[in-house]
T-cell receptor, first 113, second 109 residues
């Protein structure tokens, strides 16, 4: 158990809809990272937040957004969903700004029908 | 060209065999993770290393920063080692984790 929690575990929704994925980091970790794992693209970095502020952006679509709250949990919002957004979404956390030591959550499996 | 190349893509072994998975990367990094992903989907970081060699049970990871190469070895492989192993250097153009496509290992009893 990494100490990182994600909810929900599974999510089934329809195209055009909007969903919110939630992540709680390990106790004491200030950074949260979001990753997408799809069958064709593999694992990709989406975005990093550190102590409430966005710090790094990867291959995140404009339809996706994230935020980190004062209690350090983070939410990833996916809107105008398309079939191709079906994927596993992982969050990870690290103690500091540098993310070379990251702990992964169990993931949320999103299926868009 | 991918920044991270893993080989082999797929590997089938008999229980007890010694296994090696290789990872080469083309960017400057400060550390590298070896991740394990079981069929259920969860990801576990097996190792994080920035130099030399680390050992944990039957697993050994090595890295040569100058040659931009890392290897993961599994001694006396077991069916429960069946999983996807992903090399993930930390660094590169985004200054974050970048991922290999993974090696799918299947160990037969």
């Amino acid at each position: 158990d990494s100490g990182v929690t994600q909810t929900p575990k599974h999510l089934i929704t329809a195209t055009g809809q909007r969903v919110t994925l939630r992540c709680s980091p390990r106790s004491g970790d200030l950074s949260v990272y979001w990753y997408q794992q799809s069958l064709d693209q593999g694992l990709q970095f989406l975005i990093q937040y550190y102590n409430g502020e966005e710090r790094a952006k990867g291959n995140i679509l404009e339809r996706f957004s994230a935020q980190q709250f004062p209690d350090l949990h983070s939410e990833l919002n996916l809107s105008s969903l398309e079939l191709g957004d079906s994927a596993l979404y992982f969050c990870a956390s690290s103690e500091g700004l540098a993310g070379w030591a990251q702990y992964f959550g169990p993931g949320t499996r999103l299926l868009v029908l | 060209k991918n920044e991270v190349e893993q080989s082999p893509q797929n590997l089938t072994a008999q229980e007890g065999e010694f296994i090696t998975i290789n990872c080469s990367y083309s960017v400057g990094i400060s550390a590298l993770h070896w991740l394990q992903q079981h069929p259920g989907g969860g990801i576990v970081s097996l190792f994080m290393l920035s130099s030399g060699k680390k050992k944990h049970g039957r697993l050994i990871a090595t890295i040569n920063i100058q040659e931009k190469h890392s290897s993961l070895h599994i001694t006396a492989s077991h069916p429960r080692d069946s999983a996807v192993y992903i090399c993930a250097p930390y660094g590169g153009s985004q200054g974050n984790l970048i991922f290999g496509k993974g090696t799918k290992l299947s160990v037969k009893p």
